[in-house]
């Protein structure tokens, strides 16, 4: 069965690092997404991105966020200067664009564990 | 503000029990509902999605409830691999982020 992929499993960070956090949809999925997790919190949308551009964003993604889908496979989020706020789980998600379906199912990659320090 | 909210838990029940969850939302123009898993430290799995008509998918039943906002995940015969926190998600019309409930722990004991 395609799953998403996520690399790193545990990223640890210094505060003010810059982190890449990256993640392989399933392939013939065309949305892609970031969540968030503080630990013992809600799941939280960062941002949707379709046809190489950001659909969505929540009031969290601010200018300290941006995502790539730097080649045909990889999505990344990439964090300028880690805060430790920024300590929680990352993951991914993709979904199909089906035009007739309305289908929106997201499935999630393992997630990134980040630490800031 | 939209919200999702469902009783925490936790649920304890014994193996073979039937067990359900409610949750309500506050959106009105929420457009599509789901239920996910999430086992401790994991990425949510999704479980159903949850279609007006109500669905049944082996012993996992939904039921959506437009008109009072909320909706049911009905857990039949369960089992010990239940155990987990389950999530109430929704989408918005229009929109693809979800917005997630803080989830309903289950434990399902011998």
């Known amino acids: 069965e395609p799953e998403v992929t996520q690399t790193p499993s545990h990223q640890v960070t210094q505060m003010g690092q810059e982190v890449i956090l990256r993640c392989v949809p399933i392939?013939?999925?065309?949305?892609f997404y970031w969540y968030r997790q503080i630990l013992g919190q809600k799941v939280e949308f960062l941002v949707s991105f379709y046809n190489n551009e950001i659909s969505e964003k929540s009031e969290i993604f601010d200018d300290q966020f941006s995502v790539e889908r730097p080649d045909g496979s990889n999505f990344t989020l990439k964090i300028r200067s880690t805060k430790l706020e920024d300590s929680a789980m990352y993951f991914c998600?993709?979904?199909?664009?089906?035009?007739?379906?309305?289908?929106?199912?997201?499935?999630f990659g393992p997630g990134t564990r980040l630490t800031v320090t | 503000r939209k919200e999702v909210e469902q009783d925490p838990g936790p649920f304890n029940v014994p193996e073979g029990a039937t067990v359900a969850f409610n949750c309500t939302y506050s959106n009105s123009a929420s457009q599509s509902f789901f239920w996910y898993r999430q086992d401790c430290r994991k990425e949510p799995k999704l479980l159903m999605s949850v279609y007006s008509s109500g669905n049944e998918d082996g012993r996992f039943t939904a039921q959506l409830n437009r008109a009072s906002q909320y909706i049911s995940l009905l857990i039949r015969d369960s089992k010990l691999s239940d155990s987990a926190t389950y999530l109430c998600?929704?989408?918005?019309?229009?929109?693809?982020?979800?917005?997630f409930g803080s989830g309903t722990r289950l434990q399902v004991q011998p």
């Open positions: 392939s013939n999925h065309l949305y």
């Open positions: 998600v929704e989408m918005d019309t229009g929109r693809r982020a979800l917005t």
């Open positions: 998600a993709s979904s199909e664009v089906l035009a007739v379906s309305f289908s929106y199912e997201q499935y």
